[in-house]
């Protein structure tokens, strides 16, 4: 039994501990038994593996990189966060094989995207993202080891701030691995469609902006084209009494649209008043594209207009603040 006032000393010493304990340090033993399922991307044909977990031991091979990390060899790490650090260690190194196998598996999908350049070599972008990936987890798994539980600092008196700077800095850490896969995903993107992908916005240093800019309007012309006779038909049935079935397959048949794109124009949604296909929208986009592709062409062109100069009898505002003070 403990000793009277005992409970919510303990209690607060948990929450001056970061209150962290329930969500961020895995206490196996505590919430029951849990081990991760293994990276989805291992095995996976078609997909490069750059990583795989057998029998506790992680290995990575890609490239000219090789490593292996045993789950005995960082156990040690976790002895004061949970009662099972065995279960936490292959927790780690299971979720580690997955980040870098979902990296692989993220720069072979590039290549659907767009052109890749041709300098581009996704095996060594792999090869330093697993580098750097890999240092990064040693340093949080490091930063953990340094680490103590609210199980132990709770009810004893412990050296509480201690363990909250170090906390922070593992938290760092763990922030630091994030970090390195969103800046990562960027700059191996960046590197392999240095002009952005085919679903992305147009942009000015594309050689090929302008043969993109006229394949855009003329798609957007055509929609436009039998949105019109569409929109006649739909209006001329609608008035006779026609049934949405109807209308659809006399859309279909007479414009040569899909039966879904039929269906936006002639079912009415929650939002919408009146049947038809609205234009206003791809019209504008057509005007924007068209000045956007006239400034192009004016500037390749050499078309810029020439900024104004000062007369030579008007005197600049430098030369007045000097004169004033010479005279002052």
Same mark, same amino acid.
């Given at each position: ?39 989805? *991307? ?11 977990? @057998?029998?506790?031991?992680?290995? !990575? ?14 156990? *040690? ?10 279960? %936490?260690?292959?927790? @780690?190194?299971? @979720? ?16 659907g995207k767009g052109d890749?350049?041709? $300098? ?17 987890? %040693?340093?949080?798994?490091? #930063? ?15 050296? !509480? ?11 760092? %850490? ?13 700059? !191996? ?19 090929? #902006? ?52 039929? !269906? ?38 050499? $078309? ?7 007369? @030579?009898s008007e005197p600049s ?7 004033? %003070?010479?005279?002052?």
């Amino acid at each position: 039994m403990l000793p009277p006032g005992t409970g919510p000393r303990v209690c607060d010493r948990r929450r001056s501990d970061g209150g962290r304990a329930d969500h961020r340090r895995r206490v196996d033993g505590l919430a029951g038994s849990h081990r991760a399922p293994r990276s989805h *991307h291992c095995g996976r044909r078609g997909v490069m593996t750059a990583a795989i977990v @057998e029998n506790g031991t992680l290995v !990575v091979s890609v490239g000219d990189f090789a490593a292996s990390i045993a789950a005995k060899s960082i156990e *040690h790490q976790f002895d004061a966060l949970t009662h099972f650090p065995d279960r %936490r260690a292959n927790i @780690e190194l299971d @979720e580690l094989a997955a980040r870098l196998n979902d990296f692989a598996a993220y720069v072979e999908d590039l290549a659907g995207k767009g052109d890749i350049a041709p $300098e581009f070599n996704g095996v060594a972008e792999v090869e330093a993202f697993a580098r750097r990936h890999i240092d990064l987890a %040693r340093r949080f798994w490091t #930063a953990e080891g340094r680490c103590m539980n609210w199980f132990i600092t709770g009810p004893a008196r412990f050296p !509480v701030a201690q363990n909250e700077k170090r906390m922070k800095v593992a938290d760092a %850490r763990r922030a630091d691995l994030t970090a390195h896969q969103v800046k990562a995903r960027k700059a !191996v993107k960046r590197k392999a469609l240095p002009h952005g992908a085919d679903d992305e916005p147009i942009r000015s240093g594309d050689p090929a #902006a302008v043969e993109k800019i006229k394949a855009k309007i003329e798609v957007l012309a055509r929609s436009i084209d039998k949105a019109k006779p569409a929109n006649a038909i739909i209006r001329r049935m609608e008035k006779d009494g026609a049934d949405d079935a109807a209308m659809i397959k006399a859309v279909v048949a007479q414009t040569g649209m899909s039966a879904a794109i039929a !269906v936006r124009g002639v079912v009415l949604a929650d939002w919408q008043w009146k049947r038809g296909f609205d234009t206003s929208g791809n019209r504008a986009e057509i005007r924007r594209l068209q000045s956007r592709l006239n400034h192009w062409r004016g500037c390749r062109s050499g $078309e810029t207009r020439a900024r104004p100069s000062r007369p @030579e009898s008007e005197p600049s505002r430098s030369s007045k603040t000097s004169a004033w %003070r010479a005279f002052r």
